[in-house]
């Protein structure tokens, strides 16, 4: 019996390997939540979050020369007033909740730097990577990529690239829908996914 007893002492190699074990499967189960609601917002106000927005809704027609935004010089597409107001939403959110972030990454097209200028957050830049067929392992890359201490990191991109970049974690992603990651171990985490319906009904709450 005593025999039986020492193989379950505390300090025993048995033991010892299986609270490690459960400590780890308890860390990797706690890594894996989702955040919403309040939760969401306090971690976004820490920092350390990349936020993937798809382009706003845009009309699949090029608008007439005489209609284009200015800057529109080649007569690529632009998003709508229903996309406008996606954005706006969010844009709206962002900086009601205080929530900081350093830079917005966008692509070339005109369309993505119309969304870009409307989440208006952080320093714009461009990214040719993020080019409606630009490299989705860049766009992961960049999303695995941790902010400044203290900021978040906004990327605006095309639906195409953010579903190969993401596979699963984007599938149906809609327009104005936020993809939000954690940058940890090399890779970025999926803690959220928000539309723009999402960010109103957290900024109002």
């Known amino acids: 019996m005593a025999a039986a007893l020492e193989r379950w002492r505390l300090d025993s190699p048995v033991v010892s390997v299986a609270v490690s074990l459960w400590l780890s499967l308890s860390a990797a189960g706690a890594a894996a ?19 993937v927005i798809r382009d706003a809704h845009s ?15 080649k007569g690529e597409r632009e998003i709508d007033p229903v996309g406008q107001g996606q ?19 966008h692509g070339p097209a005109f369309r993505s730097r119309q ?20 490299d989705a392992a860049q766009l992961a ?16 991109t ?15 992603i809609a327009n104005a829908e936020t993809l939000v990651f954690r940058p940890q171990d090399g890779g970025a985490e999926l803690v959220a996914r928000l539309t723009f319906e999402d960010w109103a009904k957290v900024a109002v709450k």
């Open 87 to 105: 954005l706006s939403v969010i844009a709206y959110s962002l900086r009601e909740l205080d929530i900081p972030v350093s830079h917005t990454l």
């Open 115 to 134: 969304s870009a200028n409307y989440v208006g957050r952080g320093k714009l830049t461009l990214v040719d990577a993020l080019a409606e067929t630009g």
């Open 158 to 172: 095309h639906q195409a690239l953010i579903e190969e970049a993401f596979a699963d974690d984007a599938r149906g």
């Open 33 to 51: 939540q989702p955040l919403s609601g309040q939760s969401l917002v306090d971690a976004l106000k820490g920092g350390g979050y990349v936020l």
């Open 59 to 73: 009309p699949e027609a090029v608008p007439e020369e005489d209609r284009r935004a200015p800057g529109n010089l």
């Open 141 to 156: 890359l960049l999303a695995a990529t941790a902010p400044a201490a203290g900021q978040n990191t906004v990327i605006v």
